[in-house]
Structure formats: structure tokens, C-alpha cells
T-cell receptor, first 112, second 117 residues
Framework: AQSVTQPDIHITVSEGASLELRCNYS??????LFWYVQSPGQGLQLLLK??????LVQGIKGFEAEFKRSQSSFNLRKPSVHWSDAAEYFC??????????FGTGTRLTIIP | GAVVSQHPSWVICKSGTSVKIECRSL??????MFWYRQFPKQSLMLMAT?????????EQGVEKDKFLINHASLTLSTLTVTSAHPEDSSFYIC?????????????FGPGTRLTVL
């Protein structure tokens, strides 16, 4: 069965600092990997996705993620965070027509 | 990305009443729709998957007679919570996958906050 682990429940970073959110997955074949962001009381917005090809994928809002098969990881990064990046971030795995499995989420707090 | 809307954005109802939530894809045809519920500070839990014109497939533990899903067209799916009780209070989110563009990506609606008194 597929699963996703986001080991960090809550992360606090200073505005302008770099960010890395961790995601580890378990999947039997080549995974489709996603990062979504959710602001309070809102739905999920797709940040980026990986299906195949270049293992470093670029997303919206200056985010990127790197797929590392050997580590079963798909960590999300941003070189310099903005106060508007404060939100809940979800990593998800799925494949083709399969349903998505979400991690438990990482809440990001930005301090001035 | 694709645009998905939900209506209403929030609803308060009395225990025992039924509530219908609509999910619409505004700029693409959604062949598959998903309904999730999310409790405070928790992740999304898939409730059911529906394909246009077919019966929904419910996840284990989800009562299909309580959570009625209709996917009558490629742009509209509805979730009806029948005889709602306080424990049904939650945040309900739909998502869609469609024809054209990336059919492997789910696009989410803004969610509906249901409070049952």
C-alpha cells in the first residue's frame, strides 16, 4: 500500500530564510508525486508535481522539489520565504488513475 | 491550473436535516471527481470517487447511504449529507481530474465548512 510521511508537523522560519519541507513516500512502482498548499479555510492549490524526467521540478511561487528515488523522498524547497508562504503543506503520492494518498501535512509559520 | 468551485462555502444546519454540496469544474470536463473530508489540523481523507455517469466508489468506513454522491455531468458533482448529525461537522473538499491537459492531476475546490448543530 502506498503511504506518505511528512516528519515535520510544524516548522517556523524567518522571512527571507530558506525552507525545506520533507516528504518520504512508499510506493510500489514509479510514483506520481505532488505538493499542495492549503491556506486556512481554503482548498488545496497545486504547487508542483513530478511524473517522470528531470528529478528537479519547478513549481509556482518560487518553490521547487527534488525527487530522489534512492531515498524515496520528494522534499520541497524555497530559497527565500515570504510571509505569504505561511500555510499548511501537503505531500501526496499516486499513480496514473490511482487515488492520491496524502501526508499529514506540515504547518509553516513565518516570523518577521 | 483548472478551476473548481464549491457551493456553498459554509453551511450551518440542524441535526437531522440534509445538506447538499455542489462541486463544479469551470474550465474543463471532469471525468473523475473525488470527495474528501478534513477534520481540524488533520490531513484529507478520501470519502469516495465518482466517474461521470457511474455510481460512486466509497472508501472503507464511509456510509454510502449517508453520503450520497451524484456525478450527473462532466462539470457537476454533488455530495448530499443525509440526516446530518454533529459528528458530520467537517470541512468537505472536492477535487477533479479531467479530459485534456494533465489527466493525472487533481484540482481542488475551495472547500465547504459544514456545521451541524
Amino acid at each position: 500500500a502506498q503511504s506518505v510521511t511528512q516528519p515535520d508537523i510544524h516548522i517556523t522560519v524567518s522571512e527571507g530564510a530558506s525552507l525545506e519541507l520533507r516528504c518520504n513516500y512508499s510506493y510500489g512502482a514509479t510514483p506520481y508525486l505532488f505538493w499542495y498548499v492549503q491556506s486556512p479555510g481554503q482548498g488545496l492549490q497545486l504547487l508542483l508535481k513530478y511524473f517522470s524526467g528531470d528529478t528537479l521540478v519547478q513549481g509556482i511561487k518560487g518553490f521547487e522539489a527534488e525527487f530522489k528515488r534512492s531515498q524515496s523522498s520528494f522534499n520541497l524547497r524555497k530559497p527565500s520565504v515570504h510571509w505569504s508562504d505561511a500555510a499548511e503543506y501537503f505531500c501526496a503520492v499516486g499513480g496514473g488513475n490511482e487515488k492520491l494518498t496524502f501526508g499529514t501535512g506540515t504547518r509553516l509559520t513565518i516570523i518577521p | 491550473g483548472a478551476v473548481v468551485s464549491q457551493h456553498p462555502s459554509w453551511v450551518i444546519c440542524k441535526s437531522g436535516t440534509s445538506v447538499k454540496i455542489e462541486c463544479r469544474s469551470l474550465d474543463f470536463q471532469a471525468t473523475t471527481m473525488f470527495w474528501y473530508r478534513q477534520f481540524p489540523k488533520q490531513s484529507l481523507m478520501l470519502m469516495a470517487t465518482s466517474n461521470e455517469g457511474s455510481k460512486a466508489t466509497y472508501e472503507q468506513g464511509v456510509e454510502k447511504d449517508k453520503f450520497l454522491i451524484n456525478h450527473a455531468s462532466l462539470t457537476l458533482s454533488t455530495l448530499t449529507v443525509t440526516s446530518a448529525h454533529p459528528e458530520d461537522s467537517s470541512f468537505y473538499i472536492c477535487s477533479e481530474k479531467g479530459q485534456g491537459g494533465s489527466t493525472d492531476t487533481q484540482y481542488f475546490g475551495p472547500g465547504t465548512r459544514l456545521t451541524v448543530l
